[in-house]
């Protein structure tokens, strides 16, 4: 079935530093993906609508210098957490949506990135 | 604009007990609703789906869950717990399966007793 994959999976980066999570489905195209974050015990919030070609989409209240969202292909997008912070340390989901017919425009979710500031 | 309530953020059923998970959205447009399981430090799984046509939806491991318009729900069961259920699991609502994103409820942790 279709795969979406995230990477890294884990990543720990000093505070101030960049750092970028990549975002691929991995047989199948995907014009349109989301990135969500989640806290610990939480629900899935959503940062952002990542669109093939064009500029993403955020979510009121997420900064949108921050986390940088590019989609350059139809099988990638990655996001970039800039100048981080302890705050940022979080769990970092993706999905993306498969429009085949065949899947019914199933929703597939990365396995996520947990990020670590330090 | 849509939203999802969870009932119940933590469930402990027995092995072998009926699992009852509550789900109630709202919507302006006709929903598609959605539950997926999350393990430990894992991504989403998708258990199952409701678009459109017959309202009991049958998903994986065993799970199903009914669309009920009239009472705005969408409840996971499962007749019997296995200890491999014990997980956290998400209710979502979509109006628009082409391009919209997932709204959330809370999370329903499940915890299975021996």
């Known amino acids: 079935g279709a795969v979406v994959s995230q990477h890294p999976s884990r990543v720990i980066c000093k505070s101030g530093t960049s750092v970028k999570i990549e975002c691929r489905s991995l047989?199948?195209?995907?014009?349109?993906m989301f990135w969500y974050r989640q806290f610990p015990k939480q629900s899935l919030m959503l940062m952002a609508t990542s669109n093939e070609g064009s500029k993403a989409t955020y979510e009121q209240g997420v900064e949108k210098d921050k986390f940088l969202i590019n989609h350059a292909s139809l099988t990638l997008s990655t996001l970039t957490v800039t100048s981080a912070h302890p705050e940022d340390s979080s769990f970092y989901i993706c999905?993306?949506?498969?429009?085949?017919?065949?899947?019914?425009?199933?929703?597939?979710f990365g396995e996520g990135s947990w990020l670590t500031v330090v | 604009a849509q939203s999802v309530t969870q009932l119940g953020s933590h469930v402990s059923v027995s092995e072998g007990a009926l699992v009852l998970l509550r789900c109630n959205y709202s919507?302006?447009?006709?929903?598609?609703l959605f539950w997926y399981v999350q393990y430990p430090n894992q991504g989403l799984q998708l258990l199952l789906k409701?678009?459109?046509?017959?309202?009991l939806v049958k998903g994986i491991n065993g799970f199903e869950a009914e669309f009920k318009k009239s009472e705005t729900s969408f409840h996971l069961t499962k007749p019997s717990a296995h200890m491999s259920d014990a997980a956290e699991y998400f209710c979502?609502?979509?109006?628009?399966?082409?391009?919209?994103?997932?709204?959330f409820g809370s999370g329903t942790r499940l915890q299975v007793q021996p």
């Open positions: 979502a609502v979509s109006g628009d399966t082409g391009r919209r994103a997932l709204t």
């Open positions: 919507s302006s447009v006709p929903p598609y």
């Open positions: 999905s993306a949506r498969d429009r085949r017919l065949s899947s019914g425009n199933t929703i597939y």
């Open positions: 409701y678009t459109t046509g017959a309202t």
């Open positions: 047989d199948f195209q995907a014009t349109t």
